[in-house]
Structure formats: C-alpha cells, structure tokens
C-alpha cells in the first residue's frame, strides 16, 4: 500500500513539471515572435508613401523613377511606365532622364506626361534619340557642366555628375561620358541621383550631400558593399537605395542599412519598396 501511494506521489510531481515546462515554452515562443514582428529593422516605407526631407518631398514611383516636389518646382526623374505611372501627380516643371536605357527613356511616357513648358534635362546620347518635339525642350548637358534656374524665388542648380561602370566585367553596360547622374540644388538642400553608376571617385567626392539615391544592382551597377562603402566616404545625411533589382532578384537593402549604419549612425537609410507596385501588376 505504501509502495502504491509513492507510485502515484511520483506520478503528480510529472504531470505537474511538464505542464509548467509547456507554458515557459510558450510564453518564450510568443514574446521572440512579439519582438521579431516589432523590429524596426524589419519596417520599410511603402512605394506610395510621399516622405518629406526638409523642404523637399520625395515621392517614389518604381525601380529607377522617382518624383521631387520642391515648393512649385516639380521634378520627374527617369520617367517610364506611361502616364498611369504617375497618375496623381503634378505635371513636370523639369523632367531629368540620365541614361538612353529602357528603364531610364521611356519616349512614350516622356510624350505623355511632359507639357509645353516642361524642360527636358538629359545627355547628349539621350537628347539624339528624341523625336523633335520632345528635342526642341531639352536642356543637353555633359559631365560636369551646369544649369541654373529661376522660377519665381526659387533657385534650380542642376550639375551632371558622371556614371559608369569601373569593373572589368560590367564595363559595356555603362561606358564613361554617356550617361549623367545629377546633383540638384533646391534652395538650401542639395540632392544626389546616382543614375546607374558604380562607386565612382567622382562620387566618393561629394559634399554637403543632403538626400542622395543610390543605385545598387548586379550585373548592372554595382553591388551592395560597394554602395555602402561609396555612401561612407560622401556621407550623405540621408539615403534612399534605389534602382535595386538585378538580374538574380532584388539586392539586399538592409544589408548595406547595415553596413553603413554600423560605420555611421548619423547617416540614415530610408528603405523603400520600389517594386511592390509593379509586382502587383
């Protein structure tokens, strides 16, 4: 009788620990799922969310295109996709094409979306592919030369900045002198387009950079650790990855956060789903 009562006292005391193992395990799972789900890290802003950089409003469409509103100044940059692209928006006070690849000159979208007092900016190679009407209001600039504008008080600087590929295997993609990045001076506030570019020494030379977008796509421009790198030496206050997908997929975004915010927290990486639009299409 007594060995039956020690059985069934042994018994209580294993039921009783495997229960309170299960709910330690539980609550555990559920407070690492809370946080992993929290994580800001993880957050990235929405393709269709315009986001405010001091005096300027960054609105990304897809991919390479984007639109900057300064004030009245309304500024399209590389714009394809035609005109539903950029349904909503304001029409172009300028319109900024960097490179004569499809996803940079889109005529169809240029035709659509440009008015009559709309001012083409673009490289000569791009300015030799438009019909003429589209010819008659472009702005052709080199590498390094300059544009300034008025428009009531507010004052344009637009400067092309070189792009192009430095590896040996990529060097057909984007030769030197063809296409043009830009850096635009808005006011007070200074913004960098890379275009499609590697991390060129005419890059790494920036100053006083307030919102720069930087391309990072492989086999095209250049990969992530680079992108970083490049960022690290101008220093830019703020910056948005963009023109992101590759061949193999999309580059890995939150790795160069990572790199560059490990190096400089003062820098800040703004992620932004530019493909989420055109995936849903």
């Known amino acids: 009788m007594k060995y039956l009562k020690l059985i069934v006292l042994l018994i209580s005391i294993s039921v009783c620990s495997c229960k309170s193992d299960k709910n330690d395990t539980k609550s555990t799972t559920t407070d690492n799922s809370t946080e992993t789900e929290l ?17 300027v409003i960054v609105k990304p469409i897809s991919h390479g295109t984007l639109v900057l509103e300064y004030g ?68 052709a600039l080199s590498n390094a030369e300059t544009k300034a504008y008025a428009l009531a008080d507010i004052e344009l600087i637009i400067e092309a900045i070189p792009m192009y590929n430095l590896r040996e295997e990529a060097l057909q993609f984007h030769p030197k002198k063809r ?16 275009g499609d570019t590697e991390d060129i020494p005419e890059m790494r030379r920036l100053k006083d950079i307030d919102i720069a977008f930087v391309c990072m796509n492989l ?41 560059v915010n490990k ?6 990486v703004i992620l932004v789903d530019w493909y989420k639009k055109s995936d849903e299409v």
């Open 72 to 139: 009245n100044v309304i500024i399209y940059v590389d714009p394809v996709g035609g005109a539903e692209a950029f349904k909503g928006q304001k029409p172009p006070t300028y319109i900024l094409v960097t490179d004569i690849h499809g996803d940079h000159l889109d005529i169809k979208t240029l035709e659509a979306v440009s008015t009559e007092s709309t001012k083409i900016i673009a490289p000569h190679a791009v300015a030799d592919q438009l019909p003429s009407a589209l010819n008659n209001q472009t702005i």
């Open 219 to 259: 086999p095209y421009t250049m990969p992530v650790k680079a992108a970083a790198d490049a960022v690290l030496d101008f220093k830019p206050k703020k910056v948005y990855p963009y023109h992101y997908r590759g061949t193999d997929g999309l580059s890995d975004v939150e790795l160069f956060k990572s790199i």
């Open 39 to 55: 994580s800001p890290e993880r957050k990235s802003v929405a393709y269709d969310t315009d986001l405010s950089d001091g005096n």
């Open 179 to 194: 296409g043009n990045g830009y850096v635009l001076t808005l006011g007070e506030e200074r913004v960098y387009i890379s």
């Open 263 to 268: 190096e400089n927290e003062r820098i800040e």
